[in-house]
């Protein structure tokens, strides 16, 4: 699925590709290495990983740690270069965009300079959560809980 999409694209990272299109996603972890920081999306009003478009950037390490420092307000964070995970979902229509596909590709970031987040306009709030709770939550987001137990199993 990923790698058809991509190959077959030379666009896959453009926004403006109307079906769907690649973004980056960062599972943005705390020092110990026991929390994750998520987003309460502001537009798709539920608890996510922080990330987003790639906007034509094909180094979607770059764009999910981009991503991670703008929604979160940290520095100091640093991504690892291997893909942590691979998820596909679909973004309901809103206003005048139709709905379309996410083809997001992500990566650990890890907090190396504090953990003093700032909540941006992308999101409603930021959160800290317990890898191993959010792992045991079946209410939480499948995909977060999937990245949950995959960070649990390293």
């Given amino acids: 699925m990923f790698s058809d999409f991509v190959a077959t694209r030379a666009d896959a990272a453009e926004r403006s590709l109307r079906f769907g299109h690649?973004?980056?996603?960062?599972?943005?972890?705390?020092?110990?290495?026991?929390?994750?920081?998520?987003?309460?999306?502001?537009?798709?009003?539920?608890?996510?990983q922080l990330g987003g478009h790639a906007d034509g950037d094909v180094d979607l390490a770059r764009v999910a740690l981009r991503e991670a420092e703008e929604e979160s307000g940290l520095s100091g964070l640093v991504a690892e270069a291997e893909?942590?995970?691979?998820?596909?979902?679909?973004?309901?229509?809103?206003?005048?965009?139709?709905?379309?596909?996410?083809?997001?590709?992500?990566?650990?970031?890890?907090?190396?300079a504090g953990e003093a987040f700032v909540v941006s306009d992308e999101s409603h709030a930021l959160a800290w959560c317990d890898i191993a709770a959010l792992a045991a939550d079946e209410t939480a987001d499948e995909s977060l809980r999937r990245m949950a137990r995959k960070w649990l199993a390293r």
């Fill in 22 to 48: 690649l973004t980056g996603s960062a599972w943005l972890v705390d020092g110990g290495g026991t929390r994750v920081l998520l987003t309460h999306h502001r537009k798709l009003d539920r608890w996510l």
């Fill in 83 to 112: 893909i942590f995970d691979l998820d596909r979902h679909e973004i309901p229509a809103r206003g005048s965009e139709a709905a379309h596909w996410h083809y997001d590709v992500r990566y650990v970031v890890r907090a190396t």
